[in-house]
């Protein structure tokens, strides 16, 4: 299974890749939302884990265009803040999956991913 | 708009009732899709969807056999079925006149039956329907036709759900926003009150120093009495506000168990009624020294045991402490304080640990207190993972007890030699203070000491003074004019390249300042309103070498060991990361502070909360969440600069803490 993590923050992008990979994953890691929308353009993943915040394009952004423009249904997965208001329901709106406020657990996180790879096969 | 179809007469009023549930366009939701598989199975058909109909499409929530998410209004059946108060069904569409020509059923979708019921919301609109639909001829049984209004009734309670789900959360949003707004007010009143209580209560003591006769050390003991209460009260406040915004930290330091609780036996003991009984009973497996947070423990004891007091006329207060369980590295232990008071009313048991609340509504009168005190215990209790529970009876008495569990340690205690103040001799002291009236207090407290004092009024004139003259020591106010306390520390250290001891007086109590004032080289830390004894104590203590109280923060790993899942030189990447990224973004963040550059404060306090977290320093976490919100309001206030020097601080002391792993 490969997961794009887009994250700007080094210390928790590289930590959630390192979690990841430990669990079985492959995994390609992006600190810019441009960076990251052109792999997804290229490249077939399995799932998207993004921050909401990011230089160049948001996690929102990167949602609302892999389902409006790529007409892909790729699950999404938005990191928020807990401090930012609204997040809830506009990362629904765009089409992501889940959204899961920061700090993120490491055991929540896999089991929601877990659980969107195991309902689209 | 297209007149080939009926409106219904209350459309208006129904596209309102539809908006109201913000149901159109949202994802899939298993709930309507159930139901939607319940239609087909139950009728049999291929054909089963629930829609909603708005002013120009009819919407699918949920569809089987239809692949559409939405159709134009003007072909779909269902425009027939709002109109209905009840389920539409047409058996033959090839035999129905009005449908036999419809472009559905010569082609399209090739409806051949239709069975439509109307979502009907609980103020009687029709937003929608919910349909089985066949390519056959067929006739719905009177169970099946019972199934459906069933299934629909249950699509609208669903939707009433959604609505009310959406609505509590809104409402907490905002209940939590008044608690925030309340509590920073609460925290910047208690400040705003202690600086002029600090006067009071230090004049006070002068005053009943000085020769008085008999009436007016009657009135001057009024004053100190009502003056200490007042401050009590502020620091309860204050306390609670802290609890409640997370900045209250538990320290775990080593520290004499049993004569901590001597010292507090001593100290209420003058407190205690003729005709009452006061004692102390340790359990003689009871630990001497243990690890955790001795201010805390006091404060909770004193809280008690001065209830206990209060409340009781005769008899007596019993203070025991019991070690209940012992394990590997830690001791479980009980202490409980019973007395034979008026006891706690039955009804009131469960609440009295409830803000504001006492055990009888006259309780306030008769005895006073503010009704924050139990409230306090228990959530410094359950900060230090430990519980409280009471036991009383009306009339006959009450009995608090608190389990808080102990690290044991291995610490020895070192005695340090207390020098008497005839030992420090006679002492040059320089006072960087700005505010007139702290200045006569302090002078007139030093010279009762015995010492000499200077006044500087800001850090500029306290530098020049000490670059004139020999002082032994420094007190430095940190809030002044030209040069604040941290600033002119820092000069004193760097550009001085002075050792000479200096003493922090300050009206913030807040935490971390404590943590700065040593950051920036500071020897000790006196609160305002400060007691003579606590500030002869401190003196006393910078002035007898190698006795540096020095609190230092531990570095929870455990987030970043389950990310890493133990490996060693993952988690050496991650600090090592942490040490070269964050000191620069957190200089970036004052930088950009200081030139109220919002847009830059907001993006690097977002940025840098996630290392924070992955660390667990939650504290720091916290001043980053309150700086970024600050900076989303587009308003810097007091609280904003207090939190980025915090931060500041914090983050020079764990990347020191973490470059020595």
């Known amino acids: ?121 | 708009m297209n007149k080939d179809y009926p409106i219904p007469e209350n459309e208006l009023q129904r596209l309102a009732a539809l908006k109201r549930y913000n149901i159109l366009d949202t994802l899939p939701d298993d709930a309507f899709d159930d139901a939607t598989r319940l239609v087909s199975y139950i009728c049999g058909v291929p054909i089963a969807h629930i829609s909603f109909i708005d002013e120009d499409r009819q919407w699918f929530k949920s569809e089987i056999g239809i692949g559409v998410s939405e159709v134009p209004r003007e072909i779909t059946f269902c425009n027939y079925t709002i109109l209905d108060t009840e389920i539409v069904e047409i058996n033959d569409t090839h035999v129905n006149e009005r449908f036999k020509d419809d472009p559905n059923v010569t082609g399209g979708f090739n409806v051949r039956f239709y069975a439509g019921v109307p979502l009907t919301t609980p103020d009687g609109y029709n937003i929608g329907t919910l349909c089985a639909i066949d390519h056959e001829v067929k006739e719905l049984n009177e169970n099946q036709r019972n199934a459906l209004s069933i299934i629909a009734k249950h699509v609208i309670a669903q939707l009433e759900l959604g609505t009310k789900n959406n609505q509590l959360y809104a409402q907490r949003k905002i209940a939590e926003r008044a608690i925030l707004a309340r509590d920073s007010f609460l925290a910047n009143m208690s400040h705003e009150i202690r600086t002029p209580l600090n006067a009071i209560v230090g004049f006070t003591d002068l005053l009943a120093q000085t020769e008085l006769d008999e009436t007016q050390r009657d009135y001057i003991e009024s004053v100190q009495i009502a003056g200490e209460r007042l401050l009590l009260i502020v620091n309860d406040i204050l306390d609670l506000s802290k609890i409640e915004s997370g900045n209250l930290t538990i320290e775990s330091n080593p520290f004499n168990l049993k004569k901590t609780l001597k010292h507090i036996y001593n100290l209420l003991k003058v407190k205690v009624k003729s005709d009452v009984d006061f004692n102390l009973f340790l359990d003689a497996e009871m630990p001497d020294m243990v690890v955790g947070d001795q201010g805390r423990l006091s404060q909770i004891l004193v809280n008690l045991i001065g209830n206990a007091l209060k409340f009781t006329t005769e008899g007596e207060v019993i203070v025991s402490v019991k070690k209940i369980e012992e394990t590997e590295d830690s001791y479980s232990l009980k202490f409980s304080v019973k007395d034979t008071g008026i006891g706690i009313p039955k009804d009131k048991l469960e609440t009295i640990f409830e803000r504001f609340t006492q055990g009888e509504e006259s309780t306030t009168r008769t005895f006073g207190g503010t009704g924050l005190g139990l409230n306090i215990v228990k959530q410094l209790v359950e900060l230090q993972k430990g519980e409280v529970h009471v036991k009383s009876t009306l009339n006959r008495g009450s009995e608090f007890y608190v389990i808080i569990s102990y690290q044991k340690t291995n610490f020895e205690e070192t005695v340090v030699k207390t020098v008497s103040k005839n030992d420090l001799g006679h002492l040059k002291i320089l006072l960087c203070e700005d505010n007139v009236l702290n200045q006569k207090l302090a002078k007139s407290v030093i010279n009762n000491f015995g010492f000499d004092l200077d006044i500087a009024s800001n850090g500029e004139e306290g530098i020049e003074l000490l670059s004139q003259n020999e002082y032994d020591l420094v007190l430095m106010d940190l809030q002044m004019p030209v040069k604040d306390g941290y600033q002119t520390t820092e000069y004193i250290r760097n550009e001085m390249n002075s050792t000479i001891p200096i003493v922090a007086m300050t009206a913030h109590s807040l935490v971390g300042e404590q943590e700065r004032c040593y950051q920036s080289g500071m020897n000790a830390y006196v609160p305002k309103p400060f007691k003579q004894s606590v500030l002869l104590k401190a003196i006393k203590t910078v002035m007898t070498p190698g006795s540096d109280a020095y609190h230092r923060r531990i570095i929870d790993m455990s987030f970043l060991d389950e990310m890493s899942g133990g490996d060693p030189e993952f988690k050496k990447d991650m600090i090592a990361l942490f040490i070269e990224k964050i000191p620069n973004q957190a200089t970036l963040l004052e930088e950009a502070f200081k030139n109220t550059d919002y847009e830059n404060v907001k993006k690097l306090a977002h940025n840098m909360k996630s290392s924070m977290d992955i660390f667990m320093l939650q504290d720091l976490s916290n001043c980053l969440s309150i700086i970024e919100g600050e900076a989303s309001s587009g308003e810097f206030t007091a609280e904003t600069l207090d939190k980025v020097n915090i931060f500041s601080c914090g983050i020079e002391e764990v990347v020191k803490i973490l470059k020595e792993l």
Do not use: W
């Open chain 1, 1 to 121: 299974m490969r997961i794009i993590v887009a994250e700007d923050n080094d210390i928790l992008r590289k930590s959630l890749s390192f979690f990841l990979e430990s669990k079985g994953f492959s995994v390609d890691q992006f600190s810019d939302g441009k960076e990251a929308l052109d792999a997804i353009e290229k490249e077939n993943y399995d799932l998207i884990l993004t921050d909401i915040n990011m230089p160049g394009v948001s996690g929102m952004e990167i949602t609302q265009h892999v389902r409006e423009n790529l007409k892909s249904d790729i699950p999404v997965i938005i990191l928020t803040s807990s401090g930012v208001e609204q997040t809830e329901l506009d990362s629904f709106d765009i089409g992501a999956n889940e959204f899961i406020a920061k700090p993120v657990s490491p055991a929540v996180l896999l089991v929601r991913i877990n659980k969107l790879l195991k309902t689209r096969i």
